[in-house]
């Protein structure tokens, strides 16, 4: 099962800052927040990533609470283009594989 | 560089057949990974590859199988489909190959199977 609980679905408004909130309370500790979306049932598209400082990169920014039980993913000016679920996902120590849960469906509305 | 390639995009079979799909890494990526993406069930791990040797597997039927080569490429393989497996399956590489969290998994565009 995956180990994060989203809200199943969020609005934002074109221009502003989308804040996608992300529950891992069970997190250990040297297990990574990921994050990844998936337009129109494309491949999932990988985002960022975390361990426990926040991280930024051209895409998104990533806040991870200093308990790790919760994080945020910013998409700080959010376009149409930007309309797509979003996954986030802490990812096993060992071993390669994700475990998807349902993510959150981001619709960006002009 | 180029992305993860995947053929065919798109597929008709029906129930009892087989099939193949193929799956080509970014070049340089070693590990490759399957998954299977249904409404129901969403995303789902089926297997993974690191130097031509499965490294983990999901749970599912032994009726799915995979391999890999020497260049990294790899098929996976549904022996006598059932409608159920009608799904888009998704390839993902990456780099390291150790199996650490660190490992970003980079996804190919997928390839939608309809079993008949």
């Known amino acids: 099962d995956a180990k994060t609980t989203q809200p199943p679905s969020m609005d934002c408004a074109e221009g502003r800052a989308a804040n996608l909130p992300c529950n891992h309370s069970?997190?250990?500790?040297?297990?990574?927040v990921y994050w990844y979306r998936q337009i129109h049932s494309q491949g999932p598209q990988y985002i960022i990533h975390?361990?426990?400082n926040n991280e930024t990169n051209e895409m998104a920014s990533l806040i991870i609470t200093e308990d790790r039980k919760s994080s945020t993913l910013i998409l700080p000016h959010a376009t149409l283009r930007d309309t797509a679920v979003y996954y986030c996902?802490?990812?096993?120590?060992?071993?390669?594989?994700?475990?998807f849960g349902q993510g959150t469906e981001l619709s960006v509305k002009p | 560089k180029a992305g993860v390639t995947q053929t065919p995009r798109y597929l008709i079979k029906t129930r009892g057949q087989q099939v193949t799909l193929s799956c080509s890494p970014i070049?340089?990526?070693?590990?490759v990974s399957w998954y299977q993406q249904t409404p129901g069930q969403g995303l789902q791990f089926l297997f993974e590859?690191?130097?031509?040797?499965?490294?983990n597997k999901g749970n599912f039927p032994g009726r799915f199988s995979g391999r890999q080569f020497s260049n990294s490429r790899s098929e996976m393989n549904v022996s006598t489909l059932e409608l159920g497996d009608s799904a888009l399956y998704l390839c993902?590489?990456?780099?390291?190959?150790?199996?650490?969290?660190?490992?970003?998994?980079?996804f190919g565009p997928g390839t939608r199977l309809l079993v008949l």
């Open positions: 590859y690191f130097s031509e040797t499965q490294r």
């Open positions: 975390g361990l426990k």
């Open positions: 996902i802490v990812r096993v120590a060992k071993g390669g594989k994700l475990i």
């Open positions: 070049s340089g990526h070693r590990s």
């Open positions: 993902a590489s990456s780099s390291l190959g150790r199996g650490g969290s660190q490992e970003t998994q980079y």
């Open positions: 069970t997190i250990s500790g040297n297990e990574y």
